[in-house]
């Protein structure tokens, strides 16, 4: 199993949708999860982080964190155009260097007026 | 607050020449990160250092590959010689306690 695997997409909602993009990891015992946005030819964002269990909220984002089921996924609430973007999952698994992230390969978010 | 800057924005070079990246984090930021981004994939960290140390290179291809951090704060990536394979955007990132990174806009390296 790769580390950090997300839904490859690309996912493509209308303008006001909510977007979900999933993310799953292979270690239980992870603690540090993050969110970046990409967009094309740039580098990568920080948007959100989660160290505990349950939801995060930060206006339209939320962050859901689920360590049983070693699984973390991003609402984005009110879609906008502007958010059409590469949206990377990060993980700092369980063993290695703190800060040290691990990637998924990104899932491309498109959203349509 | 400035955020990490990196030089050059590009760089074309022949295969089996030899280029070098430059990295400045974000002022305060112990802990800085060099991330190999190929086309169509995640980021995927070279080398971490924490202040001038290294702390995680296995990744590090170092028959070709070396870094440095000189008192710790700017950082250089070098590559001798390059790859066709090398071609990539070279990210410098920064993190102030080693959890939450902030990365630098990336080299993009072609090597033909």
């Known amino acids: 199993q790769k580390e950090v695997e997300q839904n490859s997409g690309p996912l493509s909602v209308p303008e006001g949708a909510i977007a979900s993009l999933n993310c799953t990891y292979s270690?239980?015992?992870?603690?540090?999860f993050f969110w970046y946005r990409q967009y094309s030819g740039k580098s990568p964002e920080l948007i959100m982080s989660?160290?505990?269990?349950g939801d995060k909220e930060d206006g339209r984002f939320t962050a859901q964190l689920n360590k049983a089921s070693q699984y973390v996924s991003l609402l984005i609430r009110d879609s906008q155009p502007s958010d059409s973007a590469t949206y990377l999952c990060?993980?700092?698994?369980?063993?290695?260097?703190?800060?040290?992230?691990?990637f998924g390969r990104g899932t491309q978010l498109t959203v349509w007026p | 607050e400035a955020g990490v800057a990196q030089s050059p924005r590009y760089k074309i070079i022949e295969k089996r020449q030899s280029v070098a990246f430059w990295c400045n984090p974000i002022?305060?930021?112990?802990?800085l990160y060099w991330y190999q981004q190929i086309l169509g994939q995640g980021p995927k960290l070279l080398i971490q250092?924490?202040?001038?140390?290294?702390?995680?290179d296995s990744q590090l291809p170092k028959d070709r590959f070396s870094a440095e951090r000189l008192k710790g704060v700017d950082s250089t990536l070098k590559i001798q010689p390059a790859k066709l394979e090398d071609s990539a955007v070279y990210l410098c990132?920064?993190?102030?306690?080693?959890?939450?990174?902030?990365f630098g806009q990336g080299t993009r390296l072609t090597v033909v």
């Open positions: 990132a920064s993190s102030l306690e080693g959890i939450e990174a902030f």
């Open positions: 989660i160290y505990s269990n």
């Open positions: 250092f924490q202040n001038n140390g290294v702390v995680d």
């Open positions: 002022s305060g930021h112990a802990t």
């Open positions: 270690d239980r015992g992870s603690q540090s």
């Open positions: 990060a993980v700092n698994l369980r063993g290695s260097t703190l800060g040290r992230l691990y």
